[in-house]
Structure formats: C-alpha cells, structure tokens
C-alpha cells in the first residue's frame, strides 16, 4: 500500500482525542467534567428539530441541489442583510455539512505549493492542518493576551509577500474568545487594497456570540474587499446544531460556482432534513439563541473570576465565543502536561493551548459550555489538585 504523501501532513482536533479520553476514563467509572469540547451544551430548539422531522416525514429524502434547497440560501441572505447590513445573491451562498467544509473548501482551492497562507495562532487547529495538507506554507500570525487576543493589523500586513493567496481572520476567535475591534478591521482592510492577490476567509462562526453593546464587527460589509471575501458561518454554535452538520459560505460569484464543483465531487449535498431545520433556524423565532447567550454570560463571568484566583494562572475576559483561555506559566506546568494530569488526576477535560498552534504554550483552554455548578466544581478541583502537585 502506497499512501500519498501529502496524508502525513494533515493534522487533527485535539478536542476530539480529549473527548475521546474523557469518556474512555468516565467508563471506568471516574468523574470527569469536561470543558474540552467546544459545543454548546443546550439542545437544538424544539421547532428546528420539528422542522427536521417534518421534512423527513414529508418526503424530503432525496439529493437537493449541491449549494442547498433555494429556501435555505434564500433564509442565509435575509439574515446577511438583516445581522450584517449587505445584501447578497443566494446564488453566493454555499450550504455544506459544517463550518469547516467551507475552511477546507477555500484553502483546497487557494492552496498549492508555492502559494502562502495566513492564519491565526493560536487558531483553529484545522486551519494549520489544511494549510499543509494543500501543499501551501502556512504563515502564522501571532495573537497576543495583552490586546485581549486581537491582532495588531499592522502586524499581519507585514507578514504579506507576493505569495499571499488567502488571509484567514477568526473573530469571535477559537480558542481565545478575542474579538477583533472594527477600528482594527477597518486597518486590515485598507491595508489590504495594496495586495489586490490576498483573498480574505473570514470565519464568523461565533458571530452571534459576543458579549456586551457593541455589535459584531463583521468583514462582509467591506465594499473594497467584497469581491474577494469568502465567509464562513453556520448553525452548530448558534442554534446548538453541532451534530445535524451545516453550515455556510457567503463566496464572490465565480468562487461559488467553483465551491458548489468541490461539493458535487466530496458530499452532493447537505442531508435534506438538516437543510429543512436549517431554515425554520433562521427564520424562526430567535428567542432560545438569546436564552442561551444570557447563560453563557454569566457563565463566563463565573469561569473567569474562579480562573483568576487559583495560584499561577491569568485569565483575561473574553469578548465573544464561549471560552477562556488563562495563561498557566505561573503554575510552571507545560500546557501539555497540565492538560493530560488535570484530566487524569483532576477529573476535569481541558484542551493545551499548544493544540492551537505554537503561540498557545503558557495557556489552556476551557470552554464553558457546561453548568455553573460544573464550572464551580472543576475549578475547584483544579485548585485542591494544584496545592498538592508539582511540575
Ligand atoms: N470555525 C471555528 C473557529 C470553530 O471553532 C469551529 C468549530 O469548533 C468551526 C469553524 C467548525 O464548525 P462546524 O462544527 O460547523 O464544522
């Protein structure tokens, strides 16, 4: 058996090995809470699951068209419109199972040898791993704690060449929960008219997930980068959809032809009945995103203010996405090896900074995507394991 080379590039999410090895402890019996994994822990909302059941029930069980049933495309524009102020095409839109299809999507059709891409670290594991995957070099860009993990626009222009084909940009952020002011934006972007060859993958995944007034700074309404920005959105955050898999890219017309080839070659379609509840999401009541973005308010507040007093650790205040991502130097443990003992000896699942890319050593992620008691109690276990370990 002969593998293709380019196989020992690809990476993985470390967030699925520790959900892996939470559960295998749990079987035998251990408590673990788990702040690993990176879903919301509610329930997708009764009348999206209806919808998904009507459609089964209706008959909706053959192939749709690649991009997505015209209803869908047309919901995922009126809510462009309405939460970003531009209106778009539905022909733009490309409906895929998950987020992620979309990231895969652009760096397979920008990414080659030779070629450059730019993306957050620490960041979105996937995106370093498809990077490489494509053949391109990946060019991180540090984020830094002490501008709440934003990034300096000035920073990021610097590290363009002529090679540059793509600019990943994650705002609310994975793992950080930073959130890139539109001050900085509006930087980047006018930056950006002097390298016309650079494409521009916003990931706004976690747009409806930001804390406090002021709105969600979004790339879409950019005139001047419009005709090369690709967006990435989707359900599984904001409607707790996380398993019925889809999600959305918002492309400049040719690259939408050229996304809708890339389905019809990988999946055809999304899941008929996934795309149905889709649409009841969208155009039905919004009432459980803010029931449910009222929780993590408060949860965030709980984790951060809990994080902050256990001796060695600095956990700056998130602005969106439901994480926090302390800083551990001062435990002097690795993140590595804080992860893997406060799994095994503390019962409570983690994820190293250092899975998010090379910038994340010093810090952990938690996602608090779990109950307040949970929250309490895993950082009260952190703290009794703290007193009596060493590195
Ligand atoms: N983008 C970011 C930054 C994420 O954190 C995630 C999921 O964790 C995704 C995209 C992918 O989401 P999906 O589950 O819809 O593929």
Same mark, same amino acid.
């Given at each position: 058996?002969?593998?293709?080379?380019?196989?020992?590039?690809?990476?993985?999410?470390?967030?699925?090995?520790?959900?892996?090895?939470?559960?295998?402890?749990?079987?035998?019996?251990?408590?673990?809470?788990?702040?690993?994994?990176?879903?919301?822990?509610?329930?997708?909302?009764?009348?999206?699951?209806?919808?998904?059941?009507?459609?089964?029930?209706?008959?909706?069980?053959?192939?749709?068209?690649? +991009? &997505?049933?015209?209803?869908?495309? @047309?919901? #995922?524009? %009126?809510?462009?419109?309405? *939460?970003?102020?531009?209106? =778009?095409?539905?022909?733009?839109?490309?409906?895929?199972?998950?987020?992620?299809?979309?990231?895969?999507?652009?760096?397979?059709?920008?990414?080659?040898?030779?070629?450059?891409?730019?993306?957050?670290?620490?960041?979105?594991?996937?995106?370093?791993?498809?990077?490489?995957?494509?053949?391109?070099?990946?060019?991180?860009?540090?984020?830094?704690?002490? +501008? &709440?993990?934003?990034?300096?626009? @000035?920073? #990021?222009? %610097?590290?363009?060449?002529? *090679?540059?084909?793509?600019? =990943?940009?994650?705002?609310?952020?994975?793992?950080?929960?930073?959130?890139?002011?539109?001050?900085?934006?509006?930087?980047?972007?006018?930056?950006?008219?002097?390298?016309?060859?650079?494409?521009?993958?916003?990931?706004?995944?976690?747009?409806?997930?930001?804390?406090?007034?002021?709105?969600?700074?979004?790339?879409?309404?950019?005139?001047?980068?419009?005709?090369?920005?690709?967006?990435?959105?989707?359900?599984?955050?904001?409607?707790?959809?996380?398993?019925?898999?889809?999600?959305?890219?918002?492309?400049?017309?040719?690259?939408?032809?050229?996304?809708?080839?890339?389905?019809?070659?990988?999946?055809?379609?999304?899941?008929?009945?996934?795309?149905?509840?889709?649409?009841?999401?969208?155009?039905?009541?919004?009432?459980?995103?803010?029931?449910?973005?009222?929780?993590?308010?408060?949860?965030?507040?709980?984790?951060?203010?809990?994080?902050?007093?256990?001796?060695?650790?600095?956990?700056?205040?998130?602005?969106?996405?439901?994480?926090?991502?302390?800083?551990?130097?001062?435990?002097?443990?690795?993140?590595?090896?804080?992860?893997?003992?406060?799994?095994?000896?503390?019962?409570?699942?983690?994820?190293?900074?250092?899975?998010?890319?090379?910038?994340?050593?010093?810090?952990?992620?938690?996602?608090?995507?779990?109950?307040?008691?949970?929250?309490?109690?895993?950082?009260?276990?952190?703290?009794?394991?703290?007193?009596?370990?060493?590195?």
């Amino acid at each position: 058996m002969q593998i293709a080379a380019r196989m020992s590039m690809l990476g993985t999410e470390s967030a699925f090995e520790v959900l892996a090895r939470a559960k295998g402890l749990e079987a035998k019996g251990q408590s673990i809470i788990n702040l690993g994994i990176g879903q919301p822990d509610f329930a997708t909302p009764p009348h999206i699951v209806e919808a998904g059941r009507k459609a089964l029930a209706d008959g909706h069980h053959g192939y749709t068209p690649a +991009n &997505g049933i015209p209803e869908l495309r @047309e919901a #995922v524009a %009126a809510d462009m419109e309405l *939460r970003r102020g531009v209106k =778009i095409d539905p022909a733009q839109v490309v409906c895929v199972p998950g987020g992620k299809v979309t990231m895969a999507f652009a760096m397979l059709m920008f990414g080659e040898a030779g070629a450059e891409i730019m993306y957050p670290d620490p960041g979105f594991p996937i995106y370093a791993s498809v990077v490489k995957f494509s053949g391109a070099t990946p060019v991180p860009y540090p984020l830094y704690e002490t +501008n &709440g993990f934003s990034f300096s626009a @000035e920073e #990021v222009l %610097a590290k363009i060449t002529p *090679r540059t084909r793509l600019l =990943i940009v994650n705002s609310p952020a994975n793992p950080t929960g930073g959130v890139v002011p539109k001050s900085e934006l509006d930087k980047l972007v006018a930056g950006l008219e002097k390298h016309p060859q650079v494409v521009v993958m916003s990931d706004e995944i976690y747009a409806r997930m930001v804390y406090g007034n002021a709105p969600h700074a979004s790339l879409l309404p950019y005139e001047s980068i419009r005709d090369r920005l690709i967006l990435l959105d989707g359900w599984s955050k904001t409607y707790a959809m996380t398993g019925w898999r889809l999600g959305w890219g918002v492309w400049p017309g040719p690259l939408a032809e050229m996304a809708t080839r890339l389905s019809i070659n990988v999946h055809s379609c999304v899941n008929a009945a996934t795309q149905w509840a889709g649409v009841a999401a969208l155009n039905g009541p919004q009432d459980s995103v803010d029931g449910m973005m009222k929780a993590f308010a408060e949860r965030r507040t709980v984790i951060v203010e809990a994080l902050n007093r256990l001796p060695g650790f600095r956990c700056v205040m998130p602005g969106g996405a439901f994480y926090a991502f302390p800083n551990i130097a001062g435990t002097g443990f690795t993140a590595r090896a804080l992860q893997d003992r406060l799994l095994d000896e503390a019962g409570v699942a983690t994820i190293a900074g250092t899975s998010f890319g090379e910038q994340g050593e010093g810090y952990i992620r938690f996602s608090y995507a779990n109950s307040t008691d949970n929250i309490r109690e895993a950082v009260k276990r952190i703290g009794a394991w703290l007193e009596k370990s060493r590195p």
